[in-house]
T-cell receptor
Framework: EAGVTQSPTHLIKTRGQQATLRCSPI?????VYWYQQALGLGLQFLLW???????NRGNFPPRFSGRQFPNYSSELNVNALELEDSALYLC?????????????FGQGTRLTVV | AQSVTQLDSHVSVSEGTPVLLRCNYS??????LFWYVQHPNKGLQLLLK??????LVKGINGFEAEFKKSETSFHLTKPSAHMSDAAEYFC??????????????FGTGTLLAVQP
């Protein structure tokens, strides 16, 4: 069974540009989560999508946005890139909601803003 | 609101000696707690999770963790470290009471080094 897949693995952009990151969840999973892992800041929750709807978002500015498609894959868009957006962006999926939800993570997309 | 604190940013042990990675949590509800491991250049993998069924939770690769409500702790242990255990470990609490928010709150991570 294929795990969570993310593309691209690496992305280099310049300040002010837009970045689009993609995530395919495990087959049968309807929830997708996005996290940012910036150097020295740990893993920060970005967004949660379930059944095509945005269910929750973390403390990030509106230029971080995304969507979930009917096949449950997801895109994360970052507009007006800033240098501090350089980070590893991790996507996770789960097949259930609730307190005991276990999330399965992809390998991440390394975004570098120059 | 839930939060989690990993008390050590770096831990170094010798191969064959015990491992202790410390985690304290804050939660308004009965929490769900997880430990994830991240090997270099790889994604996160679930080691174990506490779901209120038993306070001592056994995970993969010989790791286990004990939920202690009185101490609000969920420390990760392993009796004997192996070189392949060198990685970063994250303690995680679920903010998903009743499925309302369903987000995982991560600690800042503990980097485990294993010396030969």
């Amino acid at each position: 069974e294929a795990g969570v897949t993310q593309s691209p693995t690496h992305l280099i952009k310049t300040r002010g540009q837009q970045a689009t990151l993609r995530c395919s969840p495990i087959s049968g999973h309807t929830s997708v989560y996005w996290y940012q892992q910036a150097l020295g800041l740990g893993l920060q929750f970005l967004l949660w999508y379930d059944e095509g709807e945005e269910r929750n978002r973390g403390n990030f500015p509106p230029r971080f946005s995304g969507r979930q498609f009917p096949n449950y894959s997801s895109e994360l868009n970052v507009n007006a890139l800033e240098l501090e957006d350089s980070a590893l962006y991790l996507c996770a999926s789960s097949g259930e909601t609730g307190v005991n939800t276990e999330a399965f993570f992809g390998q991440g997309t390394r975004l570098t803003v120059v | 609101a839930q939060s989690v604190t990993q008390l050590d940013s770096h831990v170094s042990v010798s191969e064959g000696t015990p491992v202790l990675l410390r985690c304290n949590y804050s939660s308004s509800y009965s929490p769900s707690l997880f430990w994830y491991v991240q090997h270099p250049n790889k994604g996160l993998q679930l080691l174990l999770k506490y779901t209120s069924a038993a306070t001592l939770v056994k995970g993969i690769n010989g790791f286990e963790a004990e939920f202690k409500k009185s101490e609000t702790s969920f420390h990760l242990t392993k009796p004997s470290a192996h070189m392949s255990d060198a990685a970063e470990y994250f303690c995680v609490v679920s903010d998903g009471y009743g499925g309302a928010t369903n987000k995982l709150i991560f600690g800042t991570g503990t980097l485990l080094a294993v010396q030969p």
